[in-house]
C-alpha cells in the first residue's frame, strides 16, 4: 500500500467512522482513507467520546466490531478507500502480535494508536509511562505493524511525540488538538490550536521531510477552520471527527423529521 501513500494528492482527507452507514457514506464522499476506532463508535451512538478512554468496555473489542460493519458496508463498493483501525495497547494483557493479527484478518489496510495515552491527563499518562504502557507501547504497535506490512497511522499530542513517530518510519501523522469542541474557536483560541499544530507538523517533517500531517480535533469543526489550518502551517490535510459524523448525522435526521413533519401537517 506504499504506492497509495505515494498517490495521494494535497490535501489529504482521512475521515473518522464509527459505523458502516457513515463508513460508505465518507468513501462515496471521496475520503482519501477511513479510520475506524472506538471514539467514533460512541460518538455515533450519541455518547461522549471520552468513554473510550474508560474501562467500561474493551476498546479493541468495539473497534473490532466496526471494522467488520465497515468492511461488510464496503463489500459492493467499485473503487474503495484504504481502511484504518484504531488499536489500544494500554492493557499489559494485551499481545500486540495478536492485535495485528486480528486487524488484518479482519481486513485492515493500516492501524493507528487510539486510544492514545496522551488523552488520559497527565498524572494517567505518567504512571501508564513509569510502567511501560504509555507512548512508548503505542509507538511498538505502529513499528510492528509496520514490519507486518501494515500502513500506520500514528497520533501525535506534540512535538516530541511527532519526531518521534517520524523518526520510526510512520505513514500518516495526526497531530492532535484534543478533543473536538462543539464549536468551531474563533480569534485568540483558534490562533493559538493553529500555533499548536504548526508546531508538530515542523517538528515532524524536520525529522522526514516526506512524511504527511494531518490535523484533527479541538476547534476544527467547519471547513473555514479547517482551511486557516492547513493556510497556516505545514500540515498536508486533515483526518475528520465528529464534524462529518455526529455533527451531520445529527442536523440531517432533525432537518428530514422536521420537514417531513411540516409537510404532513
Not at 7 to 23: D, E, F, I, M, R
Not at 34 to 44: D, E, G, K, N, Q
Not at 71 to 95: E, I, K, Q, Y
Not at 208 to 233: D, I, N
Request: charged share 20%.
Amino acid at each position: 500500500m506504499r504506492s497509495w501513500i505515494d498517490s495521494l494528492a494535497k490535501p489529504v482527507l482521512v475521515a473518522g467512522v464509527g459505523s458502516g452507514l457513515t463508513a460508505a457514506a465518507a468513501a462515496a464522499g471521496g475520503a482519501d482513507a477511513l479510520s475506524v476506532y472506538s471514539t467514533a463508535v460512541y460518538r455515533i451512538k450519541g455518547l461522549p467520546t471520552a468513554l473510550s478512554f474508560l474501562p467500561y468496555e474493551d476498546c479493541n473489542a468495539v473497534a473490532f466490531a466496526a471494522l467488520r460493519e465497515t468492511r461488510a458496508a464496503l463489500r459492493d463498493l467499485v473503487d474503495t478507500p484504504p481502511v484504518f483501525v484504531g488499536l489500544g495497547v494500554h492493557d499489559p494483557r494485551s499481545d500486540i502480535t495478536a492485535l495485528l493479527d486480528s486487524a488484518i484478518a479482519l481486513g485492515a489496510n493500516g492501524v493507528s494508536n487510539e486510544p492514545f495515552v496522551s488523552m488520559y491527563g497527565s498524572e494517567i499518562e505518567f504512571a501508564l509511562e513509569r510502567s511501560g504502557l504509555g507512548f512508548e507501547r503505542e509507538v511498538r504497535l505502529l513499528t510492528l505493524a509496520r514490519d507486518r506490512g501494515l500502513m500506520t497511522f500514528g497520533w501525535a499530542f506534540n512535538p516530541r511525540q511527532a519526531a518521534v513517530l517520524a523518526d520510526c518510519g510512520v505513514d500518516l501523522i495526526g497531530a492532535m488538538a484534543g478533543i473536538s469542541q462543539v464549536a468551531a474557536g474563533s480569534g485568540d483560541s483558534l490562533a493559538q490550536a493553529i500555533a499548536a499544530l504548526a508546531a508538530i507538523s515542523d517538528s515532524a517533517k524536520a525529522r522526514r521531510r516526506e512524511c504527511l500531517v494531518l490535523g484533527h480535533g479541538g476547534p476544527f469543526t467547519s471547513a473555514e477552520s479547517v482551511r486557516l489550518l492547513l493556510a497556516g502551517s505545514s500540515l498536508d490535510g486533515f483526518a475528520t471527527g465528529s464534524n462529518i459524523e455526529r455533527d451531520v448525522v445529527h442536523a440531517a435526521v432533525r432537518d428530514a423529521v422536521g420537514s417531513l413533519k411540516r409537510h404532513l401537517s
